[in-house]
């Protein structure tokens, strides 16, 4: 029979069913026991934490019951003794090994700190399935200027994801500049921050090597302080940068680095200088030819260069894939200080014709038969684009703008962290080396030659034979 409330006159429905809490009787004395064994197993994980404080921490300790002040004072002196004098006497060695992984140590923990909201904020945490998911920072290795991170992506990321955010990044964890690049595995990516610039200073011109190894010509420091090595072998070059940004030094440096060859009859440079010999003409006693002011000279030379191209494919054809340079068959090194002036600005129909055609040859049926060419742009206008892409090496100096960047050096290269309109005036002579297939940008500064070094190189190591100058026999 149902229950009716009679004050309100209402039906009283039964509940479902009755639930009373179960209490249990448990001595105090328990519960104290089980918050301290609680408490005690938290102080075990923080101490196995952060072990790296806490056991050296408690060695002093020790040291300090058992000795006294001595203890703790002799084990701290003896090492900070020992590693002041390392730095004192060999301090590269002691940054390497002793500084930089301790300051890694560090960066790393400052990084994790910011780690998530930096991830979340740049775009990079994806969400699923509700959950979110982060990129990992598996290592942080600090060298020079600069802090390498290793980044796990997560599953569906790729390494443009980071390029394209790279400036929000550079921002967020407050440095100068930050490069992506793929890294040793398909999932890892390598962030490159950039804190101080180790570039500021100039580079003195490097060490001339007796015969040059044309793999490895060092033309400049990276950032890491160590030589930059050009591969010329296999290769064309290309230097772009605006006025003042410092192209001379790239190709000066450059001749340095093959003047051992030259004097040995290795190698053979023929400089065009279309703006009247300004740049190039200092050196004149290196250059087996020489072109200022006679185009028809310069038409001529690049014609007889690819003919030398073409005698010497002919003759390899079958028994090698690449020409080893000898004093019968030198290398073959054109530097033309203005490629624009060549291609663009000749109001010469035929002539122009002539360079442009022997030029697109040259480049593309040069590289595997040591016939190179090293061109500096100033300006990269329509008429010279097409012949960008047969620079497989390409070098990018200060640009003015932005758009200039992607298109002299290839698309997606100024995302890759290759900011040469970043460049300020005051550093001539840094720039952005860029591989053909390679989609890391390596930072340089070139070395820089001043009118003496250039004289002395030019006594040094001149051309050993009969010169062409404009035409004529110097
Ligand atoms: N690698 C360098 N290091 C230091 N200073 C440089 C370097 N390259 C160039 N400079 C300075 O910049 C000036 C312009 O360089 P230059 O090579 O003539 O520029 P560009 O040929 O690109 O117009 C030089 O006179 C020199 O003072
Ligand atoms: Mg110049």
Request: aromatic share 10%; glycine share 10%.
């Amino acid at each position: 029979m149902p229950l009716i409330n009679v004050i309100r006159g209402e039906r009283i429905e039964p509940a479902p069913f009755n639930v009373r809490t179960p209490y249990l009787k448990v001595p105090l004395w328990l519960v104290l026991l089980l918050w301290t064994v609680r408490g005690v197993w938290r102080l075990v994980l923080v101490y196995l934490r952060f072990w790296y404080v806490t056991v050296p921490l408690t060695g002093l300790t020790y040291l300090y019951f058992r000795f006294g002040w001595w203890g703790p004072g002799l084990a701290l002196g003896v090492p900070a003794a020992g590693l002041g004098l390392w730095a004192v006497v060999d301090w590269r060695s002691c940054r390497r090994w002793a500084w930089w992984p301790t300051l890694s140590r560090w960066r790393r923990f400052r990084y994790r700190r910011t780690w998530k909201p930096a991830m979340v904020t740049a775009g990079l945490a994806v969400s699923f399935d509700g959950n979110t998911i982060l990129p990992v920072l598996k290592k942080v290795r600090v060298s020079g200027g600069t802090d390498v991170l290793t980044v796990r992506m997560v599953t569906g990321q790729i390494p443009d994801d980071f390029a394209k955010v790279s400036e929000r990044l550079t921002h967020t964890f407050a440095a100068l500049n930050c490069r992506v690049s793929p890294g040793s595995r398909p999932d890892l990516v390598v962030l490159t921050m950039r804190r101080g610039d180790p570039l500021t200073a100039v580079v003195e011109p490097l060490p001339v090597t007796g015969v040059p190894d044309f793999t490895a010509l060092p033309i400049g420091l990276r950032e890491d302080g160590s030589v930059y090595e050009l591969r010329l072998y296999g290769t064309q070059i290309l230097v772009v940068g605006a006025t003042g940004a410092g192209k001379g030094s790239v190709v000066w440096s450059i001749v340095r680095a093959l003047a051992g060859g030259i004097s040995a009859g290795l190698v053979q440079l023929w400089a065009f200088d279309p703006k009247g010999g300004m740049e190039l003409g200092a050196g004149e006693r290196l250059f087996a030819k020489f072109a200022c002011t006679d185009f028809k000279a310069m038409a001529d030379l690049l014609e007889l260069a690819l003919k030398t191209a073409q005698d010497r494919a002919a003759r390899l054809r079958g028994h090698t894939r690449q020409h080893v340079a000898s004093v019968t068959d030198p290398l073959i090194v054109i530097v033309i200080d203005e490629l624009a002036a060549l291609t663009a600005y000749i109001t010469e129909r035929q002539l122009k014709d002539r360079i442009k055609a022997a030029l697109g040859l040259l480049l593309t049926q040069g590289r595997a038969v040591g016939v190179h060419v090293i061109g500096c742009l100033q300006d990269p206008r329509k008429e010279v684009l097409p012949f960008r892409n047969l620079f497989p090496t390409r070098i990018g100096l200060r640009l003015a703008e932005e758009p200039e960047v992607d298109l002299v050096l290839g698309d997606g290269m100024r995302d890759r962290g290759a900011l040469c309109d970043r460049i300020p005036m005051s550093l001539p002579g840094v720039g952005f080396v860029v591989l053909d297939g390679d989609p890391t940008p390596a930072r340089v500064r070139f070395s820089y030659l001043d009118d003496d070094d250039i004289a002395s190189l030019a006594d040094t190591y001149a051309f050993d034979g009969a010169r062409v100058v404009d035409g004529e026999w110097a």
